[in-house]
């Protein structure tokens, strides 16, 4: 119980539903004081509405949400809680610092309107108004507002979608040293490589459901496999896809890359083959764990041998393995 | 919630549409109206308050306006993750409202006094300044329930509607003398004409009268009730 209390967020069997959609269907979920999460889910997957869950914008149909130990309104009007948005944009018509110092009026001990400037990197922005800034700037201007009441929960929804690469490490940069301070951050994003990088933990949610839960490692180890890259040095590439382990086959040039469920059994095949030439092996990806977690109920077990079994059709390989090396399940999904 | 008066009365202010449109156009028709036709002293003064009128309801309407764009750009969505209760943002909005049809009507009656030389006790003047401002609220009101109900565009639509149709209904920009008889019998039962009542009653010396009140009371529950049943609706949505 004292723990339940003490816990940040707390998700007990959450369920929200939209006519026959169940958007969140039965969600449990603790987070610690000080933790830094990623939500990670493809669009659709109810990322936004758990958001909303969570800060009472919405309330469940079943089960409960806490925060701090109390309703989610009740943590809000507290000010213990402070959000950016996904569909916010700027605010007409006031001048940066106008508009984040109101909100850090709104809190009973806000950080000063200066250090919030500084923390999103807006300092010199001050005296501009909100309306003619740029979209990244803008989107720093709505960093400032969630952290202006130095709340003790800050949630992220999707932060830096439309950003570029520069003004995406910019505001990651912020978003660590607001965490360092002891916050508990929340972020929902679809570029894993954000989850992957600042986040002590990645919650993986799927239909509804809180289909994954741990770090980056455990993740990438749960779904197990890797990937063993070789050079063809001209030799054939027939039945490279029915050596143990194989679930697909790309070449590329000269070189070859083998998905397999069992790295081990490949390698020592390919040694039987003396196909080694500049062999390596790469754990899978946080991309391979999150299309393997994320995998249709029914349609895509989770990797197993009886996936090895349909590794052969050439359909279902491309289907699944589409990008490896994009960061954005959007594209690849 | 003084600071969020005082943050969306400085939004009001800085919106030139707002500006042009709710303060300077009132002071400009007045002021073409009054010194086109024949000069006729009472014309200036009923006109006067029926312009002022028209300021504050075209400026009581724009509140709502305002309520739509920020529900739409998720400013209110916003404020509702801060610590402030949606009571006290509903409220902010409606004094809002009240302070922003200052302008339209102190600025329609400076007109009147300096330039179109109205002479009237100096009881009146307050009088009517404070009749106008209450009278006002109604039309606040029914912005706000624009507002909470209908997406950006089709605010400004309907309010421009409301504003328009009302106002020359209710013998804001012409008097009803000049109407007939079926639709100055229909203007008695506009807030509008029921609003200008409140200030030309007094401008003639004596004090509103009830059915003035009567018929303004009776919208103000109306658009009263049509705010808050919007305000819920949008809870339920935005």
Known sequence: ?333 | MLDYLRLEVRRTLRDVGFVIGGVAMPVLMYLLFTNLGADDGGYKTAAMVGMAGYGAVGSALNTGGGVAEDRAIGWLRQLRVTPMTPRQVVMGRALTGSVTVLPAILAVLAAGGLLNGVRLALWQWAAIALLLWLGSIPFTLLGLGNGYRLTGQTTGVANMACNLGLAVLGGLWFPVTLFPDWLRALSAYTPTYRFAQLGTSVADGHAPALGAVGVLGAWLLAFGSYAVLSYRRSGRTA
Do not use: C
Request: glycine letters at 12%; zero cysteines.
């Open chain 1, 1 to 333: 119980m004292t723990q339940t209390e003490r816990a940040a967020v707390s998700f007990t069997g959450a369920v929200k539903k939209f006519g026959a959609v169940r958007a969140v269907d039965g969600v449990d979920l603790t987070i610690a004081p000080g933790e830094t999460v990623a939500l990670l889910g493809r669009n659709g997957a109810g990322k936004s509405t758990t958001i909303s869950l969570l800060l009472g914008l919405n309330e469940p149909d079943e089960g409960s949400v806490e925060l701090f130990g109390e309703p989610p309104s009740a943590a809000v009007r507290a000010g213990r809680v402070g959000a950016m948005l996904q569909e916010g944009r700027a605010v007409p018509r006031v001048t940066v610092r106008e508009l984040v110092a109101f909100v850090a009026g709104r809190y009973p001990a806000p950080m000063p309107v200066e250090r919030a400037l500084r923390l999103a990197g807006i300092t010199e922005l001050a005296g501009r108004r909100v309306d003619r800034l740029s979209g990244g700037q803008t989107q720093r201007v709505r960093f400032a507002v969630a952290l202006a009441g130095n709340p003790a929960l800050i949630v992220l929804d999707e932060p830096t979608a439309a950003l570029d690469v520069e003004a995406r490490h910019a505001f990651w940069a912020s978003m660590r040293s607001y965490a360092r301070l002891g916050h508990t951050v929340l972020f929902s994003t679809h570029h894993l490589q954000e989850a992957d990088a600042y986040a002590d933990r990645i919650l993986v949610i799927d239909g509804g459901r809180i289909v994954a839960d741990g770090t980056s490692e455990e993740l990438k180890r749960s779904v197990g496999g890797g990937l063993v890259a070789f050079d063809l040095a001209g030799g054939g590439t027939g039945g490279l896809e029915r050596l143990p382990g194989v679930r697909s086959v790309e070449v590329r040039g000269d070189r070859a890359r083998l998905r397999t469920d069992d790295p081990d059994a490949t390698v020592v095949a390919l040694a039987e083959l003396g196909a080694i030439r500049g062999l390596e092996v790469a754990p899978a990806s946080l991309d391979d764990a999150f299309l393997a977690l994320t995998a249709a109920e029914g349609s895509r077990p989770p990797f197993g041998p009886e996936r090895a079994s349909s590794s052969n059709s050439p359909r279902r390989a491309g289907l699944q393995w589409p990008a490896f090396n994009s960061a954005d399940i959007e594209e690849a999904s």
